[in-house]
Each structure stands twice: as structure tokens, then as C-alpha cells.
């Protein structure tokens, strides 16, 4: 069975610029989460869609943003790029169901904003 | 609110020997997961170990095994005979579940760099 893919694995932007990462999820996976991993501040989660509903939210500004297809694959989208939107940026799937627990996450799009 | 704290920023272990990484957490949330991962200099987060609250039993995943403490709020990973391959970053997560149906947003610790010497 394919993991979870993201593209592009790499992105450089320039401040100002927005920006679209793609998640495609396990087959089968109907939850899409996404994290956001910087070195001052570690993990941090950003959104999650399940049945191409946002169900959960982090606290970040509104210039990310989301969406999920029918097929579960996931969009997210950061308007108006700032410096600080440096990261590493993950996405994850997980089933559903009381049994389901693990998300699996994707490799992950590295974004350098200049 | 959940948060996770890994004291140990960073850990070193012979090959062969066993080495607990720590975790203690804080949540109103009456049932919940926790969770290891580990995420090598690829970037790549590599699930370990899951932990539901409600579980009687510590989990064991091969040479992975959770110590968990509900009363201390602790779940700390124990890593048997140790590898060069287990040099990594380890993060413990928790999660709530969503909806009743899945853990859809984790919260993590800032993680311990573990370095295993030949």
C-alpha cells in the first residue's frame, strides 16, 4: 500500500508570494492532518479535514488555509508569505473508527520564504 | 488544553543497552492517546508506540515499550538493546479523538535528540 505523498518536496518563495502544498493520503484514509515543524517551535498543528470538512484548527493566522477533496487528498494554501513561514511542512492521514489511532505521515514539503 | 514536555533534549546509549526517553503530559481530557514517533535526519515521522488512557496494559511494540503512569502523567518510552538506526529525534504526542472516530490533531513535545555509540 502507497504512504502518504507530498508535493513538491521542496519550494523557495519570496516574501509576498502564496503558496500551495498537496497532500495525497493513504488509500482508504479519510482524516488529513497538517503540521507545521520549525526549529524554534517544534511541531505544531495547523488543521485537519475529515470528509472534506475542517474539523480541527490550530492557532495560526488566517493566511493558511485549507481544503480536502472528495478523493481525501488535501490542499493547503499560505497567502502572502512571511519569513517566519520557513518550515518544514507535514502532512498526515489516519482511518477512522474507534480501533484507528496512528497517523502516518508524509515526507513532508520543505518551504524556504526569501 | 494539552501539552507535552520532553526534559531531555538530548540522550546518548551504547549499542546494546536500553535507554528511557521521557514524557509527561497535562490534559482536562478524559480520554485521550498518547504517542511516540520518530523522526530521523531524512524528516521523515516515523510512528512507534500508542497508548490509549483507558488501557490496562503497557503497550509494547517490539523492542519499543511505553511506561505509563496515568497518576504522574507520564508516558515514557523504553528502547531495548539499543541500535546505531535508533540515533534520531523522539517525540511524544497526544491526542484526543475527534468526533469519537480518530486522533486528528496531536500535540507535541519538543522532542530528544537519542544518539546511540558503537
Known amino acids: 500500500k502507497a504512504g502518504v505523498t507530498q508535493t513538491p518536496r521542496y519550494l523557495i518563495k519570496t516574501r509576498g508570494q502564496q503558496v500551495t502544498l498537496s497532500c495525497s493520503p493513504i488509500?482508504?484514509?479519510?482524516?488529513v492532518s497538517w503540521y507545521q515543524q520549525t526549529p524554534g517551535q517544534g511541531l505544531q498543528f495547523l488543521f485537519e479535514?475529515?470528509?472534506?470538512?475542517?474539523?480541527n484548527k490550530g492557532n495560526f493566522p488566517g493566511r493558511f488555509s485549507g481544503r480536502q477533496f472528495s478523493n481525501s487528498r488535501s490542499e493547503m494554501n499560505v497567502s502572502t508569505l512571511e519569513l517566519g513561514d520557513s518550515a518544514l511542512y507535514l502532512c498526515?492521514?489516519?482511518?477512522?473508527?474507534?480501533?484507528?489511532?496512528?497517523?502516518?505521515f508524509g515526507p513532508g514539503t520543505r518551504l524556504t520564504v526569501t | 488544553a494539552q501539552k507535552i514536555t520532553q526534559t531531555q533534549p538530548g540522550m546518548f546509549v551504547q549499542e546494546k543497552e536500553a535507554v528511557t526517553l521521557d514524557c509527561t503530559y497535562d490534559?482536562?481530557?478524559?480520554?485521550?492517546?498518547l504517542f511516540w514517533y520518530k523522526q530521523p535526519s531524512s524528516g521523515e515521522m516515523i510512528f512507534l508506540i500508542y497508548?490509549?488512557?483507558?488501557?490496562?496494559q503497557n503497550a509494547t511494540e517490539g523492542r519499543y515499550s511505553l511506561n505509563f503512569q496515568k497518576a504522574r502523567k507520564s508516558a515514557n518510552l523504553v528502547i531495548s538493546a539499543s541500535q546505531l538506526g535508533d540515533s534520531a529525534m523522539y517525540f511524544c504526542?497526544?491526542?484526543?479523538?475527534?468526533?469519537?472516530?480518530?486522533?486528528?490533531?496531536?500535540?507535541f513535545g519538543q522532542g530528544t535528540i537519542l544518539t546511540v555509540h558503537p
Open positions: 498526515a492521514s489516519s482511518l477512522t473508527g474507534q480501533t484507528a489511532y496512528e497517523q502516518y
Open positions: 488509500s482508504g484514509h479519510r482524516s
Open positions: 479535514y475529515f470528509s472534506e470538512t475542517q474539523r
Open positions: 490534559t482536562s481530557d478524559p480520554s485521550y492517546g
Open positions: 497508548q490509549g488512557s483507558y488501557d490496562q
Open positions: 504526542a497526544m491526542g484526543a479523538r475527534a468526533g469519537g472516530t480518530s486522533y486528528g490533531k496531536l500535540t
